[in-house]
Structure formats: structure tokens, C-alpha cells
């Protein structure tokens, strides 16, 4: 196999991060050595997360195998999944905005026609939601636990008590149409074939630029390639989406 250099987008910052939290995981459980050093393994998992790469391909970029591949991302996702906000710890700083975002998003995943609870109707493939909630600038502030794609964005929420959540905060939250019946603090488009001219305009103009900048978030998301099409076992995804949360702010 031909093996050769190659980049990533991210900063420093991030690495040393992973390289840290690695480094205490480490010497929390007494490890005494290891065929890679912290900072390889930390880049080892970068390479994974951002491009997408899988473990035949680090095993040879890195010169190890790939069941040690397997074990490294996997301890660094985890290390990462720990540090990531629960819903009501986000809500502290979610509490400071004049509102919130909210969507969701499909992330595909490697999954045969058999397996129902995982396709998404409105998609057409199978993949896991994702609720996300955004600033009014677009910024990523928390994404949900991932559950399988055929659940609806309005079931999701109220599964993950975001709707709960931002009632109690009394904090007002932008949506589109698919959080119809959420309730008084999720604001969505007027709906109906025969609307009023400003009821229209609303929809066009003032509700649709808030909103489509929640959208920067789930291309914040999608940066990380691994996102874009997962082929691990589902019961993990959360634990991927959660560190790549982490990585994001880490790096922000």
C-alpha cells in the first residue's frame, strides 16, 4: 500500500487539547507505554474524525494495526464524550441569548433496506437525527443524542426535552415547519395553501433569514467527514457526535 503526507484543517489548539485529555485518561488508568506516543494517537483521531479516514487507512499511515486503530479512536472518543454538555448544562449559557435555532439533521449511515427504524421517510436513507441548537448567529451550541432516522424532528425534540427546556427558560426559539405543535416558545412558519400577503412575506423574508442560519451549524457538523457517511454500529454514533461537539468549541 502506498503511503503518503497529508494535512488537516485544524489548528494546533485542538490537538493539544486531545493530546491533553489523552494524557490524563492515561495516567488516570496507569498506562506505561504504548506503541504511539499521546500526540500521535491524538492525531490519529483527528485524521479519523475530520477526513473520514478509516482504519485500514490510518493502519497504514501510521504503521500500526488496525485493531490498535480501533482501540485509540475509540478511547479518544470517548475521553471526548465525557467533556460534552448535557442539555440542562448548555442551557446556562443557551439562557443568555435572546433566542436559539433549533433543526435537525440525517446523518447517513451504512445501513441495508432492512433495517426500518433507521430510514428517514423525508430523506429517502437510512441515518440517524440529530437535534441541533444554534445562536442567532448560526453558532453551534449542543447537539442531541442521535436516534434512528425515522423519528420526526418534533418527536426528537420533545424525546430530548429541548421543548421542555426552552418553555421553563421562557426563552423564544426559531424552527421550521416540522416543529408544527411544538408549542408557545418554538416559533415556526405560517402553513396553509392560501395565506394572507404578509403572512407569506413572514415566512419568506423575516422567519426563513433567522432560520436558515441554523444551517451553518449543520455544515459545522458535516465538516467533519466522518459525519457524512458512518459505517460504525449506531449504539456509538452519540458518542461521535458528542466529541465532535467537543472538538468544535475546543477549537473555536
Same mark, same amino acid.
Given at each position: ?39 500521535? &494517537?491524538?492525531?490519529? !483521531?483527528? +485524521? #479519523? ?9 490510518? +493502519? ?15 478511547? !479518544? ?12 448544562? +448548555?442551557? *446556562? ?19 441495508? +433496506?432492512? =433495517? ?6 423525508? #430523506? ?23 436516534? @434512528?432516522?425515522?423519528? #420526526? =424532528?418534533?418527536?426528537?425534540?420533545? &424525546? ?11 426563552? *423564544?426559539?426559531?424552527? =421550521? ?7 408557545? @416558545? ?10 394572507? &400577503?404578509? *403572512? ?28 457524512? *457517511? ?18 468544535? #468549541?475546543?477549537?473555536?
Amino acid at each position: 500500500m502506498l503511503v503518503y503526507p497529508s494535512s488537516i484543517n485544524l489548528s494546533t489548539r485542538t490537538l493539544q487539547f486531545l493530546a491533553g485529555q489523552l494524557t490524563a485518561r492515561r495516567r488516570d488508568i496507569g498506562t506505561r507505554w504504548r506503541v504511539l506516543p499521546v500526540a500521535r &494517537q491524538a492525531l490519529l !483521531a483527528l +485524521a #479519523h474524525l475530520r477526513c473520514g479516514d478509516t482504519y485500514t487507512q490510518l +493502519a497504514a499511515g501510521f504503521g500500526i494495526g488496525i485493531a490498535t486503530v480501533y482501540r485509540y479512536i475509540r478511547e !479518544a472518543i470517548e475521553v471526548l464524550a465525557a467533556l460534552a454538555p448535557t442539555l440542562a448544562e +448548555a442551557m *446556562k449559557t443557551i439562557r443568555t441569548k435572546a433566542f436559539v435555532i433549533l433543526d435537525g439533521t440525517l446523518l447517513p449511515i451504512d445501513r441495508i +433496506a432492512a =433495517d426500518t427504524p433507521y430510514y428517514s421517510g423525508k #430523506h429517502k436513507r437510512h441515518g440517524m437525527n440529530v437535534q441541533v441548537l444554534t445562536d442567532p448567529f448560526g453558532r453551534l451550541l449542543w447537539a442531541s443524542p442521535a436516534l @434512528p432516522g425515522s423519528t #420526526h =424532528d418534533l418527536t426528537a425534540a420533545r &424525546q430530548h426535552g429541548i421543548i421542555d427546556a426552552l418553555t421553563a427558560a421562557g426563552l *423564544k426559539c426559531r424552527a =421550521d415547519k416540522a416543529y408544527q405543535g411544538a408549542g408557545r @416558545p418554538v416559533r415556526v412558519p405560517f402553513r396553509g395553501r392560501r395565506l394572507k &400577503q404578509w *403572512k407569506r412575506r413572514h415566512n419568506t423574508t423575516t422567519h426563513a433569514k433567522i432560520r436558515c442560519l441554523g444551517e451553518q451549524a449543520m455544515a459545522t457538523l458535516k465538516g467533519w467527514r466522518l459525519l457524512r *457517511k458512518l459505517r460504525c454500529s449506531t449504539n456509538r454514533i452519540t458518542n461521535v457526535v458528542k466529541a465532535v461537539v467537543v472538538l468544535h #468549541h475546543a477549537s473555536a
